[in-house]
């Protein structure tokens, strides 16, 4: 089992930065890939970026690509998503989930555990 607890959401301007954080415990002897996902009432929760185990990896969504970084500290078995330039179409909750096996970083399904979401809000 792991557990994942998402920190940092928050309101924020349109142009605002904001840095989530995801922090991991219990089952951190494996390898694991990570990956932000973000949902609206209204949409299906849509992937947003991911990271390899080692970071060599990171793969994002066309939508905030060039304005979002994600990284890992193993050591702290955190990984963090900094947001930059962030637009009003960004709110939603996001998650922060952990893979296991492999497949493709951007699909949901292949995530085994997930956090319980954060709030962020962007006002124009």
């Known amino acids: 089992q792991v557990q994942l607890v998402e920190s940092g959401g928050g309101l924020v301007q349109a142009g605002g930065s904001l840095r989530l954080s995801c922090a991991a415990s219990?089952?951190?002897?494996?390898?694991?890939?990570m990956g932000w996902f973000r949902q609206t009432p209204e949409k299906e929760r849509d992937f947003v970026a991911a990271i390899s185990w080692s970071g060599g990896r990171t793969d994002y969504a066309d939508s905030v690509k060039d304005r979002f970084t994600i990284s890992r500290d193993n050591a702290k078995n955190t990984v963090y998503l900094q947001m930059n330039s962030l637009k009003p179409e960004d709110t939603a909750v996001y998650y922060c989930?952990?893979?296991?096996?492999?497949?493709?970083?951007?699909?949901?399904?292949?995530?085994?555990?997930w956090g319980q979401g954060t709030q962020v809000t962007v006002s124009s």
């Open positions: 989930a952990a893979k296991f096996t492999y497949g493709d970083s951007s699909w949901r399904g292949h995530y085994d555990y």
């Open positions: 219990g089952r951190t002897g494996s390898r694991y890939a």
